[in-house]
């Protein structure tokens, strides 16, 4: 049996195939472009066609590290209050005392200030003062003390403070003495940690002593003088009723001071050491001697710290002048046995 085939239709059937075969291959290319271009992950780039036709890939740009927040600009350090309404607040019809205070405010509104004429002109507004000004005097010198007492700055024209050459076989002590100051303020505004570690050849800032103290029994309060100039007032505790802090003028006892001594009351007789509960004298003992006045003859007063900080600022106490603690220590470290005086006033 013959078998009949057609030419014909064997290249019909060949031309669809291969046009099969093409549309196929546009297909697989079309789908590998669009893979390309958007399969990749974001993280991993992209391709982009070059001129030339030939793929280049581009990676994707790196994510910004965010920008470090802005440091807090530091706190500037407190001024003295010169505005026009503390001025206002002391105006009265004491026209010398407010003129001498607008002097001085003026005075510290300079660039530099002028810090030591304006104190000496603040010094001089106390006396004419009433009671409002003169708080707000005395707000302001205590403020300028910092700048020119208890810092190691010598400030121009500074009657008060000088420098001192420090010679061979020196000892602070001995300076001190010189200068009717203790020895402890000098360590601590010349940033001395060892009093017998004192190079010679080298420079230290004294204070011409001596410092003085006037209490008021009225106001519970002790203004601390460098020679006439007002430094700083503390609030204090005296006597109780019966024994009332005598007043008068007292002296720093030579030899006087001591940190934290063993103490005998002289009504009981009992024997208080520091590390006693019910020990009263807190952290240093200052002894007065009387000169005048009520205070003459007088025998175991003196000013002292306490545990016990609500007896501050009240009647309480045998007939000593009490401190915080901190504020005794301060006191220790100024007054200088045999030439600081203590006037206690009603």
Known sequence: MAIYTSTRGSGRGGSRWLYVALFSLVIVVVVAAVYKRFGK????????????????????????????????EPAPQAEPNLSEAALASVAGPNSKAVELITEAMELLKKQPAEII??????????????????????????????????????????????????????????????????YEILMEINGIKRAETLPAGGTIKVINGPFHARVSRSTFTMDLYLQKTFVRSF????G????????????????????????TDPDTG????????????????????????????????????????????AASSRGCIRLNNGDAILVYHLLEPGYSRVRVLE
């Open 41 to 72: 992950s974001k993280s991993e780039g992209s391709a982009t066609l070059t001129s030339t036709g030939v793929e280049k890939e581009t990676k994707a740009p790196p994510i910004a590290a965010p920008e470090p927040e802005p440091k807090p």
């Open 117 to 182: 004429k304006a104190r000496d002109i603040l010094n001089d507004a106390l006396l004419p003062a009433d009671r409002q000004q003169q708080e707000f005097v005395k707000e302001q010198l205590s403020e300028l003390a910092d700048k020119w007492l208890f810092s190691r700055d010598i400030l121009p024209q500074d009657r008060l403070c000088s420098r001192y050459e420090v010679k061979p076989g020196d000892r602070l002590s001995e300076i001190g003495k010189q200068y009717k100051v203790p």
């Open 235 to 238: 609030t204090v505790g005296l």
């Open 240 to 263: 109780m009723t019966g024994r009332q802090t005598p007043t008068g003028l007292w002296v720093v006892k030579p030899g006087g001071k001591s940190e934290r001594p063993i103490w």
């Open 270 to 313: 009992i024997v208080y050491h520091p590390e006693d509960p019910n020990y009263p004298l807190g952290s240093v003992w200052i002894e007065l001697e009387g000169l005048e006045g009520e205070a003459v003859g007088q025998m175991s007063f003196g000013i002292h710290g306490t545990k016990d900080p609500k007896t501050i600022g």
